[in-house]
């Protein structure tokens, strides 16, 4: 802090709007009123042992008065001190009270400045050279004080030997060093807290800004799902010309009966809206014996799953919804073996699940789904046995920087493929989902981490370099979910002993999300074994600003949905440029995906 008239104004009339200047002004309030209990408990013990001292030297009388003086105004600075910890003013408040301590030190400082008036030369020179250091300590300790030393120049000025004068002209050439030392460490602390308003206003309006995106994407999925279902009724209408229509909302109460409804059930739509359809409307099943298998069949399965859902099953004083998701296959004269009967029946329940859980699914051979889950099931035995085999191949993946082409270490990311019952790559797409559905991405990601630090220990060791490169290893949700792989991962950085800071680990920020409390806790094991952590495919999830801040970091990998069309859509060029300034305000470095050309490549380099 520098001189009081200089640091007064500064701290009265701070730079920048109104708003802005308020919270400028209020956080160096805080670094005032925090700092200064230390500072006067510091000065009234130098006062205590400069009274000790000189009380057999000095007159006893003055030092008396001096020494009083300084009590009473540390007791009212004190007293300033928590009466701004009690009342914690408001921002509009806060100059009255900067005002009140920068009077208080004022006032500190002309007493410990008239200490000088005790000062005759008859001293011993011990003594003498212990008050000038006591003055000039003092003013060293609490810059803000600078009264200190005004009464000695003064002092020292006024005496009729050159020596004196020379005294005084040392001290004045020492508190302008003091003001230059003061007026930059002032400048340097107000420019921190600066930066700190303003990173704290730009992550507000990112936040924002997100949580509006999501708003408006939550309201367009509203609006779409009300037009499915108007469209729908209005097809259900179009199809039933001549046949009575009710239409009914997502709690079974109608909402409309034509013409021909009201006929047959003698209710008016007047009367019926509102009512459970079961009031105006019942079925009586009757079996018709020339009615498909297969309908028969999922209308039995519908019952089952309707009896399981109207149940209520009680604990504790709660009571829970209980669903069902079932899948049925038909066993035949044509049905190969009871093995592909219960694989067809573990399809079908899948299947069911994934259609959104308490659905009924009937396997047939030939429909999409079910084809998939089968070529699911086949993969599942031909990845494990690819794991345990060695028949998982591992490439390397390229990330370039955008400035200098200089030399650079190396830094890529490891890619997974396997090898097919022939020989052939299988690519990601088809046996990474398997792996996924049937928890086998752990063992997936142990055998990459496995042979990727085998490769890199060895390379390491051949080249005998500290800082080799970086390579990225991504990691699955299933994974992070599970404290045993977190702690072979460990173990295994332990037994090739990595070379910190050479290897990335790649999290998704959906399963960063989904598992957040394991997910930060296994980011702080890895940091602290000097690994490094990239959020991959950040932008994707609708609160990737909310949670980016209470992950720790080294790396942003900008979602590839906003690089590919960079080039031609502006929301995708304001995306990257907003991710990118919030990344360069937390320190984080940027990696954009799917760089698929030149085109994309320029505007990276305009952007970031």
């Not at 890529?412 to 928890?439: I, S, W």
């Not at 980011?523 to 000097?530: E, F, H, V, Y």
Request: charged share 20%; with cysteine; glycine share 8%.
């Amino acid at each position: 802090m520098s001189s009081f008239p200089a640091s007064l104004r500064s701290l009265m009339h701070p730079a920048g709007g109104a708003g802005s200047g308020q919270r400028l002004l209020a956080g160096q309030a805080r670094l005032l009123f925090g700092h200064s209990p230390v500072g006067i408990g510091a000065a009234l013990l130098v006062a205590r042992l400069q009274t000790v001292v000189l009380w057999d030297t000095a007159d006893r009388n003055q030092l008396i008065l001096w020494i009083s003086s300084v009590v009473l105004a540390t007791l009212l600075r004190l007293g300033l001190v928590i009466a701004y910890r009690y009342v914690q003013p408001d921002e509009s408040q806060v100059s009255a009270w900067v005002l009140r301590i920068y009077i208080g030190n004022l006032l500190s400082g002309l007493i410990w400045g008239s200490s000088i008036l005790l000062f005759e030369f008859s001293w011993p020179s011990q003594h003498q050279l212990f008050l000038m250091l006591v003055l000039t300590s003092v003013t060293a300790g609490a810059i803000s004080a600078y009264a200190v030393v005004y009464p000695a120049i003064w002092w020292f000025m006024q005496q009729p030997e050159s020596a004196h004068q020379l005294l005084g002209v040392i001290l004045l050439i020492y508190m302008m060093s003091l003001t230059v030392i003061g007026h930059t460490h002032y400048r340097a602390a107000r420019r921190s807290l600066e930066l700190g308003l303003e990173n704290q206003q730009l992550v507000g309006e990112l936040t924002d800004t997100n949580r509006q995106f999501g708003r408006e994407v939550e309201e367009k999925q509203h609006a779409m799902e009300a037009l499915r279902n108007e469209k729908e009724r209005a097809q259900v209408t179009l199809h039933s010309i001549g046949d009575g229509v009710i239409t009914t909302d997502q709690n079974d109460n109608i909402l409309y009966l034509n013409a021909v409804a009201e006929q047959l059930t003698g209710w008016s739509l007047r009367e019926a809206t509102g009512c459970p359809v079961q009031t105006a409307f019942r079925l009586v099943e009757c079996v018709d014996r020339e009615q498909p298998v297969t309908e028969r069949r999922a209308r039995v399965g519908e019952s089952i799953r309707v009896y399981v859902k109207e149940h209520r099953f009680i604990w504790d004083g709660k009571v829970f919804e209980i669903g069902a998701s079932i899948g049925l296959v038909e066993i035949s004269e044509t049905s190969d073996s009871v093995a592909s009967i219960l694989s067809a029946a573990d399809i079908a329940c899948y299947a069911a699940k994934d259609m959104g859980r308490n659905q009924v699914h009937i396997y047939h051979g030939s429909d999409s789904e079910s084809g998939r889950r089968h070529s699911e099931i086949q993969l599942v035995s031909e990845i494990t046995h690819a794991v345990q085999a060695e028949k998982l191949v591992l490439y390397f993946q390229d990330i370039l920087p955008l400035g200098s082409s200089r030399e650079y270490a190396p830094h890529g990311e490891v890619l997974v493929r396997m090898l097919g019952k022939q020989g052939e790559l299988v690519p990601p797409a088809l046996f990474l989902p398997a792996a996924e559905c049937y928890d086998l991405m752990p063992s997936i990601d142990l055998w990459v981490i496995r042979n990727t630090f085998a490769w890199w220990s060895a390379r390491c060791a051949d080249r005998g370099v500290q800082s080799p490169g970086l390579i990225s290893i991504n990691l699955s949700g299933k994974s992070l979910g599970s404290e045993s792989f977190q702690d072979r991962v460990l173990s295994l950085i332990s037994e090739y002993q990595i070379v910190p800071g050479t290897i990335c680990f790649e999290i998704t920020e959906t399963a960063a999300i989904s598992s957040f409390e394991l997910a930060t806790r296994f980011i702080d094991r890895l940091r602290s074994c000097g690994m490094k952590i990239a959020l991959d495919d950040f932008g994707s999830g609708l609160n990737s600003f909310a949670y980016l801040k209470n992950l720790s970091v080294d790396y942003l990998k900008i979602d590839g949905s906003f690089v590919r069309d960079i080039v031609d859509d502006a929301i995708d060029r304001e995306m990257v440029k907003s991710i990118q300034q919030l990344a360069r305000v937390m320190g984080i470095q940027t990696i954009a995906e799917c760089v698929e050309n030149d085109q994309i490549f320029a505007q990276l380099k305009d952007i970031l």
